[in-house]
């Protein structure tokens, strides 16, 4: 009887205890580390001046005000930039101005394992895997009180929190898996992240979806605030994670700056009809269809009627070489349909001339399907370009709403042609209509509207 028991029920029960008693040693060496009155943001690509990074520097400024017996420490993988030059380009880039004082940058060497080019197959499971393996190098250089995931990697709460006893926080900009992309594979639907639309892949696919939607649902158990920038990452964080303890803390956009700007569409509208796009130069943000749309906007239109020259400025961040072969790509496409010409490319430009480009600009096109929120959305409206997005994500659910009162939604190219003629077509004067209720509209994602949000999310780790 006495040897069953070990055999069948103590023995098995060995390998368990042996890792339990492990982690509780690591955590051990960790509690000793521990910097007192610190929190800090695990942000790998701190400097890459886009939407996430806007997120980080201003919940940094908040924090800073907030509490300043805390000392912030930034988790970047910028290993050839400084703590000084990552802070000159949050200023230039976004104009949050930060000085050194209680804020340190922990630099990461091993940055280039969350590269998602390394993991051609089975991308998520690798690259949230390699995410782990990032945050143990993190965890190992500081070890705070507090930390907070910003950018999106998953196993860094899980790591900080099961080896580190740190309190764990995460903003979510976007969930790693959705709803939206198992129905994709579900229905054999193309998409750029879903090329291969065979049966037999795609019930493969989806099996391995299913998996990994239950892994990361379990990862979510290692966060104690969770903190989204929309209701449509909200809806899906809430259905994945099966949590309910969701804050909604839209993103900040300096809308009172873009308020301010007058908008000189209608006075250029005699000589030049200007469309702007802004946007990283990534393909979820589908550039292909904007050039597209133009080709047959520029076909249709009655050149007699609008005879003002016409163009496209596509304008964001290109951040490697992999988004400046997607430029090129995309210019050789333009050059093939007849538009080089009519296609502007302003890439990493400073916050002024971004300003110059959207008060010059009547329409404001932007494509991505499921934009997560949009953050280049409000600042079309708050500038005054009119704006037509695509009918789904947060355009479609948080920022363009009422549709047709603040701005245009758009699925497919003909419809973005029709919305684009629809407002060429308005009086002046009901697009500056338009342009006033979109700018009241906006008030809800202002920088003192996500210091609120912010705050009181923040403070249940403090």
Not at 31 to 45: D, T
Not at 195 to 224: C, E, I, M, P, Q
Not at 306 to 314: A, F, W
Request: hydrophobic share 45%; with cysteine; net charge neutral.
């Amino acid at each position: 009887m006495w040897d069953s028991l070990v055999h069948y029920l103590f023995l098995p029960l060995l390998p368990v205890a042996f890792i339990a008693f492990i982690i509780h040693q690591i955590r051990h060496i960790f509690a000793n580390r521990r910097v007192p009155k610190s929190v800090a943001f695990f942000h790998p690509y701190c400097n890459a001046g886009g939407g996430g990074e806007r997120v980080l520097w201003a919940a940094v400024r908040s924090v800073r005000a907030e509490h300043p017996d805390l000392t912030c420490y930034i988790y970047s993988g910028d290993t050839n930039a400084t703590k000084e030059s990552i802070l000159w380009k949050a200023h230039t880039f976004f104009g949050i101005e930060l000085d050194g004082k209680k804020l340190e940058v922990v630099f990461l060497k091993s940055r280039r394992v969350v590269e998602p080019q390394l993991y051609p197959v089975l991308t998520l499971l690798l690259q949230t895997l390699a995410g782990g393996v990032l945050a143990f190098e993190a965890l190992w250089k500081l070890t705070p009180e507090i930390m907070v995931d910003s950018m999106g990697y998953p196993m860094s709460t899980f790591v900080f929190k099961l080896f580190g006893a740190t309190k764990t926080g995460a903003y979510i900009h976007y969930p790693t898996i959705s709803t939206d992309m198992i129905d994709v594979v579900a229905r054999r639907q193309a998409a750029f992240n879903n090329a291969n639309t065979n049966t037999v892949f795609s019930n493969l696919k989806l099996v391995y979806y299913y998996l990994f939607a239950a892994f990361y649902r379990f990862l979510g158990l290692f966060v104690d605030v969770i903190m989204v920038n929309g209701t449509w990452t909200k809806g899906h964080i809430t259905s994945i994670w099966h949590r309910q303890d969701v804050e909604l803390v839209f993103p900040p956009v300096n809308t009172d700056k873009l308020r301010a700007l007058e908008n000189n569409a209608e006075e250029l509208f005699n000589d030049e009809i200007n469309i702007v796009s802004v946007g990283q130069i990534r393909p979820e943000k589908n550039h292909r269809l904007q050039i597209a749309a133009l080709k047959q906007f520029l076909d249709g239109l009655d050149r007699e009627r609008y005879p003002q020259k016409i163009r496209l400025s596509i304008t964001g961040g290109c951040r490697n070489q992999d988004d400046q072969d997607r430029v090129d790509a995309l210019k050789k496409y333009a050059e093939e349909l007849g538009l080089t010409k009519s296609v502007d490319w302003q890439l990493n430009v400073k916050s002024d001339e971004l300003e110059r480009l959207l008060q010059n600009s009547l329409i404001n096109l932007h494509t991505m399907r499921n934009e997560h929120f949009g953050i280049a959305v409000v600042e079309g409206l708050a500038s005054g370009s009119i704006m037509v997005a695509h009918n789904s994500g947060g355009p479609a659910m948080d920022i363009v709403v009422p549709e047709g009162e603040v701005g245009f939604l758009a699925d497919t190219c003909e419809e973005y042609v029709a919305r684009m003629n629809e407002i060429l077509a308005l009086d002046g004067e009901v697009r500056d209509n338009i342009r006033r209720k979109a700018r009241v509209h906006v008030n809800k994602f202002s920088e003192a509207q996500f210091d609120h949000s912010w705050s009181a999310a923040f403070a249940k780790l403090v």
